[in-house]
């Protein structure tokens, strides 16, 4: 059973824009705090932007500016948009659904690399 998928990873040019989607079940969505992590080769997975339990925004410091997190309750989906992209983000990005007490839902990922 999927629980959280992933779409919209890829291949693009420095300073240029991708659009990640998230797509949940009904009953993580409306219950669990919806995230964004990625991980680069060789190195440890990292919180890129989240919802908080109060329903703001956080962003990991070096895509401030540049990456804005938003969702569609409707559609059960939250957003990535990622402007001005650096080939220092390329890394697969992961969608995560947390909730204290409970296990954290994962999605398997999806590639965005950024070209020089």
């Known amino acids: 059973q999927v629980h959280v998928v992933e779409f919209g990873g890829g291949l693009v040019q420095s300073g240029g824009s991708l659009r990640l989607s998230c797509v949940a079940s009904?009953?993580?969505?409306?219950?669990?705090?919806m995230g964004w992590y990625r991980q680069a080769p060789g190195k440890q997975r990292e919180l890129v932007a989240t919802f908080t339990n109060a329903d703001n925004t956080y962003y990991m410091d070096s895509v401030k500016g540049r990456f804005t997190i938003s969702k569609d309750n409707a559609k059960n989906t939250v957003f990535l948009q990622m402007n001005s992209l650096k080939p220092e983000d390329t890394a697969v990005y992961y969608c995560?659904?947390?909730?204290?007490?409970?296990?954290?839902?994962w999605g398997l990922g999806t590639q965005v690399t950024v070209s020089s």
């Open positions: 009904g009953s993580i969505f409306a219950i669990y705090v």
């Open positions: 995560n659904a947390h909730k204290s007490g409970r296990d954290d839902y």
